[in-house]
């Protein structure tokens, strides 16, 4: 996979929060040790989206960091010395800021790789388990190198599609993560990635991908709720409606046989 070039605006963008203090000696740490870092995903496509767009709320509320070359033992004692709190798939959940925490993970430890049984562990097989195209994009801030399977022109079209040999290893996720981009950001599908999503979203799977957006707890109860038809209630946030409503529509379009598992 060849490297790409990204516009000057969102190169800074994404060296922002690399040169803020309390994530920068976590980076340097990881990168001192032997470990290749880059951010991953969201902040990336986020960044992408503010320069394409102007869309100033598309604020990254998280940093997926990937980093190759560490072993698990050290990678665990760095992640202990920075009180890392450990998540299920085996990376760990940093929060130097309050509006803003690190996901950082080995990519030899990459879940989608070890679904898919795909011994070769890169950068670019690591960005194929992400599936859809707007997602598969990262950047490496001490090289100053852009990785993109697409991420740039599906944001340059406003138009998510799935990646040409993309290593899935959950239709359920992905379609729903397929719809809540879809939602958030205005964007639309290409004619498979709509049939994919149809296909493939669950009430659960949707559950799973609304219940990440920066809701409170009450309204993602309350989402839960009227996800699972049990009650109806009057929204107290115009966002939270707009969410609520929007998430209903797409369910309610999806066909009935999705909902059968």
Not at 24 to 52: K, M, W
Request: proline fraction near 5%; charged fraction near 25%; hydrophobic fraction near 40%.
């Amino acid at each position: 996979m060849k490297s790409t070039k990204f516009p000057v605006s969102v190169i800074n963008e994404l060296r922002r929060p690399f040169d803020m203090p309390e994530i920068r000696i976590v980076l340097d740490t990881l990168h001192d040790s032997g470990g290749h870092v880059a951010f991953y995903a969201g902040a990336v496509r986020d960044a992408l989206l503010r320069h394409e767009t102007g869309n100033v709320t598309c604020q990254p509320r998280d940093l997926d960091i990937g980093v190759q070359g560490i072993s698990r033992r050290d990678f665990d004692g760095l992640m202990c010395e920075f009180g890392g709190t450990k998540n299920r798939y085996g990376g760990y959940k940093l929060v130097p800021y309050p509006t803003l925490q690190m996901d950082i993970w080995r990519l030899e430890d990459t879940l989608g790789l070890h679904l898919t049984k795909t011994p070769f562990v890169s950068v670019e097989n690591v960005l194929r388990t992400f599936v859809l195209n707007c997602n598969a994009t990262a950047y490496d801030p001490y090289r100053e190198i852009v990785y993109d399977l697409g991420a740039q022109q599906a944001i340059r079209n406003r138009r998510i599609g799935l990646l040409h040999r993309a290593l899935l290893h959950s239709k359920g996720i992905f379609a729903a993560k397929a719809i809540c981009l879809r939602l958030r950001f205005g964007l639309n599908w290409t004619t498979d990635t709509e049939f994919f999503a149809k296909q493939n979203c669950t009430p659960i799977t949707m559950l799973h991908e609304l219940s990440k957006l920066p809701l409170e707890k009450p309204e993602r109860l309350a989402l839960a709720e009227i996800l699972n038809e049990r009650s109806r209630f009057k929204y107290e946030s115009r966002r939270f409606s707009t969410v609520a409503e929007s998430a209903l529509d797409s369910i309610r379009s999806l066909q009935p046989q999705s909902f059968s598992h």
